[in-house]
């Protein structure tokens, strides 16, 4: 039990919690209960060959930036008070770059001929994407743009000789600071200089999306094209960026969960009592203004952070198995038999 015991620790040590890849690559392994692809690509080659890398690389890509970015904030103290604003909606900002590469790239795949399109009316940009989808992802967007938007609004400056508690970092006239019980004191952690990077990354997310969807969902089509096979191709492809933003959506959200929730948890001691000559234990604890949701909050980012790396991580395994699946369905059918939307090349 002693080896145990030290083992564990010894782990901890190597992989804290903090850490987004610890606790996200045990969610991956229990993930794996459900076998079954999430995720399937359409037939055309360069269309494939795009959401593959998008899919498989990105999504590391993705996980590789959550997890730099919380190794930063577990290995060095925030000196500032606001030194993890860019931090924190790093990987939504990844996520976006990475859908707004594969938009270019899917722009490069040859157009069909004025006379060779076949003539479709304008589609709003969601006429391709999950509703269920949406949904969640609409979902938490609005969650994290209210979490920062509310932070933002109960920050204030401090006086330089005011009361400070929690993680007191060196003094700044920025609104960074809340008060603490009704003025009693201040805590750092909030304000605009802290979240105002997570509401444009979330906004730049919300126009890469729309635009990029928009324009696939609006993509000339050969007249020779069958609707099932266009329709088939656009709902895969919008299914694929979805989830990759999905999954910086929630990595964002529990990063800055676990933020909120850990600045919110300080307790100040009041009427200490001496039960020795060095010794005292404070016999009233005053907790700050959420201090009833910031102990849930912060385990929710832990759990929501690791949510959002082991859905990536699950993706990018699941795209490449449905790469080598549609490789397969490929050879063992025949060329004249596979739907084409234009020239394969």
Known sequence: MNFLFLFVHAVQDLLPLELAITFGLVLFALSWVRPRRMVSLPQTRLRTATLTWAGVAGSLLVVVVATAVSAIAVSTSDVSGYDGWWRRPAPLFA????????????????????????????????????????????????????????????????????????????????????????????????????????????????????????????????????????????????????????????????????HTGSSGQALVGLDEQWVSDNQSYPRILVAGGYDAIARPMNLLGYALQAGGVAFLLRLAVDTARAALATRRSRIATPEHEISTNGPQR
């Open 95 to 258: 996520a976006t770059l990475v859908v707004a590469a594969a938009a270019v790239a899917l722009r490069r795949i040859p157009l069909p001929a004025p006379g060779e399109r076949s003539i479709v009316p304008r589609r709003p940009w969601h006429a391709f994407a999950s509703r269920t989808l949406l949904w969640i992802s609409g979902i938490t967007a609005t969650l994290l743009a209210l979490t920062a938007v509310w932070q933002i609004a109960i920050a204030r400056t401090a006086p330089e000789d005011g009361p400070f508690f929690g993680n007191v970092p060196d003094y700044t006239n920025l609104p960074i600071y809340m008060s603490f019980n009704s003025g009693y004191g201040y805590l750092s952690g909030a304000g605009w200089p802290n979240h105002l990077a997570t509401l444009v990354a979330l906004a730049l997310a919300c126009t890469v999306f729309f635009a990029v969807l928009h324009t696939d969902a609006n993509r000339p089509v050969f007249a020779r094209s069958t609707a099932s096979s266009v329709r088939s191709e656009r709902e895969l492809t919008a299914r694929l960026f979805t989830f990759i933003l999905l999954g910086g959506l929630i990595t964002t959200l529990g990063a800055v969960w676990m």
